[in-house]
């Protein structure tokens, strides 16, 4: 099972019907065949050098087995070597082939959970991209916690409550926008808070650890918003 490079489900597979076939000329079967079986004596494996970084949880098989199918699904849209492969669509070759080659790894996960239970794919555009994990759309929810990273900004927390309100879980959004330098409290900070002091720490470190942490162009604002109780 581990050399299975992908498995597209069949669910997701429209049924044909009559809008998929044309009345106009097409190309003949064996032509079409034929053209195919010469692009598999091309390789598209170079598009990823230098471009994409594929996480530390692929072992070897995964990453040739993404490789390969990425290469496939690069050559059946830029069949010509020389035309040049624009981010966007090598971006969706990448996330296609590891939730494809996840798909195995989820099965295999079922047999030896101790040997296949790493399956957090990742990827990277460039070397100072940000690293997105991937997964399939059949396991993921975002009504639960799940064994994936979330994405970056986003973290799970839990809510103590109040009197007449349960505890709940809070799934809390951070995004950065353009500032000018202002400080901007939406709301009081909680007595806690500031009791504790790491809010006001946090604050302090930000100004320093801003270059070498979110970038030069990261916003100028820090925006501090308690999370409600749900």
């Known amino acids: ?18 809008t ?24 598209r494996s170079s598009e990823l050098m230098g471009r994409v970084q594929l996480g530390s949880a692929l072992s070897g098989r995964d990453t040739k087995a993404v490789q390969k199918t990425v290469s496939g699904l690069l050559k059946l849209l830029y ?23 996840r798909r195995v790894k ?4 079922r047999i030896g959970s101790a040997e296949f239970r790493n399956t957090n794919f990742s990827y990277r555009m460039g070397p100072d991209g940000i690293g997105t994990f991937v997964a ?3 396991i993921e929810s975002e ?26 879980l809070c799934r809390i959004e951070v995004k950065s926008g353009p500032g000018s330098g202002v400080k901007v409290l939406n709301q009081p900070t909680p007595a806690v808070l500031q009791r504790d002091g790491p809010l006001r720490r946090a604050e302090s470190i930000f100004p320093v650890r801003r270059a070498c942490g979110a970038g030069p162009g990261a ?3 820090l925006f501090l918003r308690p999370a409600p109780d749900i």
């Open 79 to 101: 069949p010509d070597p020389e035309m040049e492969v624009p981010d966007e669509d090598l971006e969706w070759a990448v996330e296609l082939a590891l939730e494809s080659r």
């Open 136 to 138: 399939t759309p059949e």
């Open 1 to 18: 099972m581990d050399r299975i490079h992908a498995y597209f489900p069949g669910w997701d597979a429209p049924k044909l019907n009559k």
């Open 143 to 168: 009504d639960r916690i799940g064994s994936d990273p979330l994405p970056p900004g986003q973290v799970w927390t839990a809510s103590r409550g109040t009197d007449g309100e349960h505890a709940g």
């Open 106 to 109: 989820e099965q295999q996960k």
């Open 219 to 221: 916003s100028r604002t």
């Open 20 to 43: 998929h076939f044309t009345d106009h000329f097409g190309l003949v079967g064996d032509f079409l065949s034929e053209c195919w079986s010469q692009l598999r004596k091309q390789g």
